[in-house]
């Protein structure tokens, strides 16, 4: 199978690591939309927010692990955002579920 993500895992195509362990990697977003933007993902292939089992659904609770440790690391105590795009029209352009932590600018609300 052909995934993007799954070959930035596999160090096949580099990336900036920011944060790794067993189940998750966290890698700097290549076109950054807030000064802080990392890109949190399972190791093991997810299509997208809507593949979400019973089975799967710890990587989503290991993802947010990641994100208050990478918060504490980079000292995001001011705040940031969690985003996941799903589908067409939720703005998802990699087939392999990815979460955006965005930070160190005021985010508007609603996103638009
Ligand atoms: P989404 O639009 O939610 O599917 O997000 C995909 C994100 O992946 C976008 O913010 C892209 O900038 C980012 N992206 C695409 N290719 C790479 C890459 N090779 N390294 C890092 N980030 C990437
Ligand atoms: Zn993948």
């Not at 690591?17 to 998750?24: F, M, P, R, T």
């Not at 208050?68 to 087939?95: F, M, P, W």
């Amino acid at each position: 199978m052909d995934c993007l993500f799954c070959s930035i895992v596999k160090g096949e195509i580099p990336s900036t690591k920011i944060y790794e362990n067993e189940w998750v990697y966290a890698f700097a977003d290549i076109d950054p939309q807030a000064p802080f933007h990392a890109i949190i993902i399972p190791k093991e292939h997810i299509a997208s927010a809507s593949d979400i089992t019973a089975e799967n659904s710890f990587l989503v609770a290991k993802v947010f692990e990641a994100v208050a440790a990478i918060a504490k690391a980079e000292n995001l105590e001011e705040g940031y955002r969690v985003v996941n795009n799903c589908g067409k029209l939720g703005g998802q352009t990699v087939g392999h579920i990815h979460f955006h932590l965005l930070a160190r600018r005021n985010l508007a609300w609603p996103p638009g």
